[in-house]
């Protein structure tokens, strides 16, 4: 391997174990730092830092997938045991072409040839720094560009020098026929959310939580999401950045969210909207919580 000339083929690629990041460095010179983890947003392990690579992870890790809902057209893919963030890359099969929301550390081939069996992809969109992981590893295998938002091109730890990272400058981009990138910032500045047929999948960029699951006999107060600046240490985001995230999404209708794990599907009871507006609602529930609701005046949602 060439430690000036890496190509997305290469298994010994340094991977940081606690969010998966890949980066141009051989996994036998490590780092001493991985700078997305230094990020206040993210946090070092007590243990300290740690790497791997994904020779090193084979035989020791494996990528999992079923369908969300009982939809063929829609999969979650993840990897057991838990590895990094832990996060699941969401598969759409859609009459335009293959899109995958996000993206895993670890691909083998037993994942490229599931997904292959599927049609291949047409595009992959990654909603924010944290789950950028292999990104250039998997659009190699699959030939298809990979998005990522104009603002946070910062963040990415690898070059690219086959022309397969495309960056988001506009709000809202079609990425496939029927399927949109959104900006809304927050979490990142160019933090993404993604729209198709009538699903928002949200990732952390709006964190699911756990009253989201249950949506029978809502108690009037009862909050769905949070929205957040850093979600392992807590900070949340202020009034004006939730403000900016609500117009970003308001034109776009949605009936379902789709969050970061597995099972975080927050749905219509009986198609009317409820979902949407829950989003709102949440926002001036914890708007309340940080004492700001009595003065965001007429431009709060």
């Known amino acids: 391997m060439s430690v000036q000339s890496p190509t997305p083929t290469d298994q010994d690629l340094l991977i940081c174990t606690a969010c998966g990041t890949e980066f141009d460095q051989p996994a036998d010179q490590p780092l001493s730092n991985c700078v997305i983890c230094d990020d206040p947003r993210q946090f070092v392990p007590p243990q300290g830092q740690t790497w791997t690579s994904r020779s090193q992870m084979s035989g020791k890790y494996t990528n999992k997938w079923q369908p969300i809902d009982d939809n063929p057209n829609l999969w979650s893919i993840w990897t057991e045991p838990k590895f990094g963030i832990g996060q699941r890359a969401i598969l759409l099969k859609t009459p335009a072409g293959n899109v995958l929301w996000d993206c895993i550390a670890y691909l083998d081939t037993a994942t490229v040839d599931f997904v292959k069996s599927?049609?291949?992809?047409?595009?992959?969109?990654?909603?924010?720094?944290?789950?950028?992981?292999?990104?250039?590893?998997?659009?190699?295998?699959?030939?298809?560009?990979?998005?990522?938002?104009?603002e946070d091109a910062s963040w990415v730890q690898r070059e690219d020098r086959w022309g397969l990272?495309?960056?988001?400058?506009?709000?809202?981009?079609?990425?496939?026929?029927?399927?949109?990138?959104?900006?809304?910032?927050?979490?990142?500045?160019?933090?993404?959310?993604?729209?198709?047929?009538?699903?928002?999948?949200?990732?952390?960029?709006?964190?699911?939580?756990?009253?989201?699951?249950?949506?029978?006999?809502?108690?009037?107060?009862?909050?769905?999401?949070?929205?957040?600046?850093?979600?392992?240490?807590?900070?949340?985001?202020?009034?004006?950045?939730?403000?900016?995230?609500?117009?970003?999404?308001?034109?776009?209708?949605?009936?379902?969210?789709?969050?970061?794990?597995?099972?975080?599907?927050?749905?219509?009871?009986?198609g009317g909207g409820k979902v949407k507006e829950r989003v709102r609602e949440s926002m001036r529930i914890q708007a309340g919580g940080e004492g700001w609701i009595e003065s965001l005046g007429d431009g709060w949602p």
Request: with cysteine.
């Open 118 to 150: 599927h049609g291949g992809l047409k595009a992959i969109v990654i909603s924010h720094p944290h789950y950028y992981t292999t990104h250039l590893s998997w659009a190699f295998a699959f030939g298809c560009p990979v998005y990522v938002a104009a």
């Open 165 to 270: 990272r495309k960056l988001l400058s506009q709000q809202a981009t079609e990425v496939v026929r029927g399927v949109t990138a959104v900006k809304t910032g927050g979490h990142f500045p160019g933090s993404l959310v993604l729209h198709w047929d009538s699903r928002l999948f949200i990732a952390d960029t709006l964190v699911t939580v756990p009253s989201a699951l249950y949506h029978k006999d809502r108690p009037k107060g009862t909050t769905s999401y949070a929205f957040m600046w850093s979600i392992p240490n807590m900070i949340p985001l202020p009034p004006g950045e939730m403000q900016k995230m609500w117009k970003a999404m308001e034109p776009w209708e949605f009936g379902s969210t789709h969050g970061a794990f597995v099972g975080m599907e927050v749905r219509d009871s009986d």
